[in-house]
């Protein structure tokens, strides 16, 4: 008896009709994502090839719905993943630069991967990170007290769960993280979720120990919106 009210229920004229517009807008709505979808990897290929961003502020959102097919159509296009992890960090960075340049330098933080160091570092480890004593065996000796000077919070951090506990302990505005691009990439998705204006660096090298950075790279965002450089310390080999 249930078996023939339900055939009779599906087999009405209504249900009918509504079943096929129901299919008629999955189908248009499968079309719609498609077609957007390869025009949003061809836009990403052409400014990756172009190195210039186009519509930066319409792709970010897009990208992170449509994420999967676009990165399938991009790979389909020539470019890889890590191709495609640069490109969206220089569009977040770019998005980001003019709130960042407008926070005042004492709410800004800076975090350095402690792979930057000399493999024989002397710093020691404390709540804060481990503190450099400019011991002139890598750069971060000449970085870390000129942006401490110019009003930065700077920490040399062991691993990522520091920045949050930093960032609970000294509620800073903005940040700038240096990492490898994986490690950006998440710190830029961090600072998204918690609506913190947040600046990515990526290293110049992978790995565990003396990876390398383009340390004017980084002065030249720190600087952003003061109205003097940041230059590092000299270097104590010149004298
Ligand atoms: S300069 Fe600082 S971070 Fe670099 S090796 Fe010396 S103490 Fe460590």
């Not at 505005?173 to 990492?179: L, S």
Request: net charge positive; glycine share 8%; hydrophobic share 45%.
């Amino acid at each position: 008896m249930a078996a023939l009210i339900s055939l009779a229920f599906f087999d009405n004229p209504v249900w009918n009709n509504l079943a096929l517009i129901l299919g008629e807008l999955l189908l248009v709505f499968i079309a719609f994502w498609l077609i957007f979808s390869i025009l949003m990897g061809v836009l990403i290929v052409v400014s990756i090839h172009k190195k210039q961003m186009y519509f930066p502020r319409l792709l970010r959102p897009f990208f992170t719905i449509m994420e999967g097919t676009v990165k399938v159509v991009c790979l389909i296009l020539g470019v890889d993943g890590s191709q495609l992890m640069e490109f969206l960090i220089k569009i977040d960075n770019q998005m980001n630069l003019k709130n960042f340049s407008r926070i005042p330098v004492e709410q800004r933080v800076v975090f350095f991967p402690q792979c930057l160091r000399a493999r024989d570092c002397p710093a020691r480890l404390t709540p804060d990170g481990l503190k450099c004593v400019s011991c002139g065996k890598c750069t971060l000796g000449r970085v870390v007290p000129a942006l401490n000077e110019a009003g930065y919070k700077t920490f040399i951090i062991p691993g990522s769960t520091f920045i949050k506990r930093m960032i609970k302990k000294y509620k800073p505005m903005g940040m700038i993280g240096v990492g490898c691009m994986m490690e950006v990439k998440e710190g830029l998705e961090m600072g998204r979720k918690i609506s913190m204006t947040t600046i990515g660096v990526v290293t110049q090298s992978d790995g565990c120990v003396e990876t390398t950075m383009d340390f004017e790279q980084l002065m030249e965002v720190a600087s952003l919106g003061l109205s003097e450089p940041i230059r590092m310390k000299p270097d104590p080999r010149d004298k």
